[in-house]
């Protein structure tokens, strides 16, 4: 299986400022010969399903604000909140569709400093 | 356009469960659909997915066997049979669309509100 790992486990960050999500994966998750990585981000709210952010790594879903952007390739990605509101208080999780089993990382929780 | 879960509730070790899950508002046929778990203030874990026609399915190891995933085409419907049930089984069941139509491995871009299954003597 292919194991995710997300960094840090939790995060406080000031509104307005910047906040990185870092997800690694035990394998590459690079499908070669059409060029994608089979990565996700959802967001998660308290009471609430996940919510998919970004697919393909790096695209957004439709509706979803262009502060959030991902980033990554291979075995290394990165979810980016460019400025920080207060309705991103969640805990945001990757997830590997590379191969099954799927999986995600761990989670982290994403907090107002 | 959502998907409305049920089926779920308490039961004892070695019992069992069907989940249902309904698609409102858009035809599920064309897309392959998962099961995926969260046990209380746990992360997420993937448990089945079964293709668009229904002729394919996957399952964790820890479900195999014990789980199984089906679908009616016809009644915009996808299942969950869960037998032999245990303590570590206890999670909310969330039904999940792929984004992709005729995609196997895809993202998960529909999330149903939920259904809690908890399994205690």
Redesign the interface.
């Known amino acids: 299986d292919i194991v995710m790992t997300q960094s840090p486990d939790s995060l406080a960050v000031s509104l307005g400022e910047r906040a990185t999500i870092n997800c690694k994966s035990s394998q590459s998750v690079l499908y070669r010969s059409i060029n994608k990585n089979?990565l996700?981000w959802?967001q998660?709210k308290p009471g609430q399903?996940?919510?998919?952010l970004i697919?393909?790594a790096s695209t957004r879903?439709s509706g979803v604000p262009d502060r959030f952007s991902g980033s990554g390739s291979g075995t290394n990605f990165t979810l980016t909140i460019s400025s920080l509101q207060a309705e991103d208080v969640a805990v945001y999780?990757c997830?590997q569709?590379?191969?099954?089993?799927?999986?995600?990382?761990?989670?982290t929780k994403l907090e107002i400093k | 356009v959502q998907l409305l879960e049920s089926g779920g509730g308490l039961v004892q070790p070695g019992g069992s469960l069907r989940l249902s899950c309904v698609a409102s508002r858009f035809r599920m046929s064309s897309y392959a659909m998962?099961w995926v778990r969260q046990a209380p203030g746990k992360?997420?874990?993937?448990v089945s997915?079964i293709s668009d026609s229904g002729n394919s399915a996957?399952y964790?190891?820890s479900v195999k066997g014990r789980f199984t995933i089906s679908r009616d085409n016809s009644e915009n419907t996808v299942f969950q049979q869960m037998n032999s049930l245990r303590i570590d089984d206890t999670a909310v069941y969330?039904c999940v669309q792929a984004?992709g139509s005729g995609e196997l491995?895809?993202?998960?871009?529909m999330?149903?509100?939920?259904t809690l299954v908890a399994v205690s003597s």
């Open positions: 089979y996700a959802y998660q399903p996940p919510k998919l697919y393909w879903e999780y997830h569709y590379y191969s099954s089993p799927d999986t995600f990382g761990q989670g | 998962s992360g997420l874990e993937w997915t996957y964790r190891d969330y984004r491995f895809d993202a998960f871009d999330w149903g509100q939920g």
